[in-house]
């Protein structure tokens, strides 16, 4: 979902997106999805990036490929896979309640279980809590 902030022009946000920062990030991700509500997602999670992405993160080979139309459930079915435990993030518990859905048991998924792909990334301090059991 927050892919979206590609969508908005830096010569009005400002470069990174200013704008969208100071709006705060969860509640900008969650206003562009709301925006852009006719969406198909698809994450190439071939190889991901682990630690304080995406700059200066580690590349870690995950080889998973995740689509769908709920970005909600994209977001949080890739997060699982990564380890961490989606209702830990924000904007994930701001769209939950009105873009999509974040409930494991409500995710209608096709192909390989989480559990088979499943590859925990690495964690900047500030995410490590969300890690799932």
Known sequence: MKNFFGLVPGSVYGWPKNELHHVGIDKSIVELSRIFRRSFAIVDGIVGMEGNGPIQG???????????????AVDATCCRIMGLNPVGLEYLRMASESLGVIDEKRIEQR?????????????IKSFQQHRLS
């Open 58 to 72: 580690t590349p870690k080979a995950v080889g998973v490929m995740v689509m769908g139309a709920d970005l909600a």
């Open 111 to 123: 192909g390989e279980s989480i559990h088979s792909v499943r590859t925990n990334f690495e964690l």
